[in-house]
């Protein structure tokens, strides 16, 4: 209680990393016959240093001991020199130094805290985009903050892809120094690109001024030319502040399982058919044609489609999205009467699944054959010359009935207005069938 400490004592904290509580213990103990009260505190009050709230203030007994806690909170990669006050009432007040040195990188992003959040498995600095379509972009939001005191400048660099790039250099140098000895391969670029070069991810902004204290977001996105497994590395390095601050803060580790859509067909044809019945159908419209198509998502992500045809072929839903292993039924419509001629005919089209965002197309080939009342006559005209008065000429026409349905006709003269008062005679009988 005099308010004495031992020679040389200071509490060291050694290399703390930074943004994370590290703590330690003085014990205090009452040897004098009265009781004590005492007070424990920081000198400079900073953030850095602080004295746990259970043990700021004590009484003890005469031989009474307490444990004073302090913690160190390092947002500085410096070292750091406060001291602990131990303010005994109507005693003295006892000092010792307390010192630490902040180690570590001061910027953090929680998306990346191995909690599962954006890496498949929970694992730290893993962003795990799982099952994607090829050709189609994907992306993720990462959120870093910057926790030190002063502006850090942050730029994202691709390392797998500045590896890709080195390799794509190097195998064409060593072709061209096959085939061109004069050596016009020395300066020589790559001109792949770099989808053809399998490189899949970019940040954007790629770089980035942080105030101190402040956050800000970053894209992270993938665009794959390739199928298969998608590992890469990208880093964020801190190009601003002193010479120990600079240097990477982050790494992520980017993957993506990259694949095709793909939907299974309960159908990759489908065939139309209409027959014209003449005691059924009459002059009616005929009815509209209709075919059931099951599709189902075996791909392993979510694709979205639209389904387009022509005439005479349509569909009762065009735009759909199905999820890994879902199915779905459309109903395919024909017309036979689209042309309206009525006319025996045969038409072939497609059923095209266009994805979206993604530049493939499935096709269902589309047919149908449509079988009406139809007669081939063998003239398209009757010329009779000259004719003597009170004599009968005679000419024949042959009609043939070439299509699959039976065909009932009657013969109807045309007659012009001004032929309307001259005798027109019919030699055949009014109304036939023919098979």
Known sequence: TSGERPNGFRVRFGKVGVLRDAYRSVFARNDGPVPAELRAFTRDGEPAFEVDASSRDAVLQPGEICEIVVRAHMDQTLPHRDALCVMITEGGTTVFPLEAEGVGSLVTCEDLGGDGSLGGDGAPDVVAFGAQLKDRPFSREIVVTNNSRVIQQLVWKNVTAEEKRRAAVKDAREYLAMISPSGAHK?????KTDGEMGIVFFVEPERVSVHPKTSVAFTLTGLSELEGEIVETLTCVNANGAPHERGEVMT???TASVTVPLLEFSKTE??????????????????TEQRPLTFRNVSRTRVTFKLRCDAPFSVDRDVWCLEHEEAGTVHVRFDPEYRGDRKSHEVRSVLRVEYVDVPAVNEVFLGAEVRFPNLAVDKTEVRFGAALNDTTERRFLTLRNDGDVPAKYEWVFDVPEEDEDEDVFVDTETETETE
């Open 187 to 191: 300066d020589f670029r790559t001109d």
């Open 270 to 287: 489908m065939g139309f058919e209409y027959s014209h019945d003449p005691d059924v159908d009459s002059d009616l419209v005929p009815n």
């Open 252 to 254: 992520v580790h980017a």
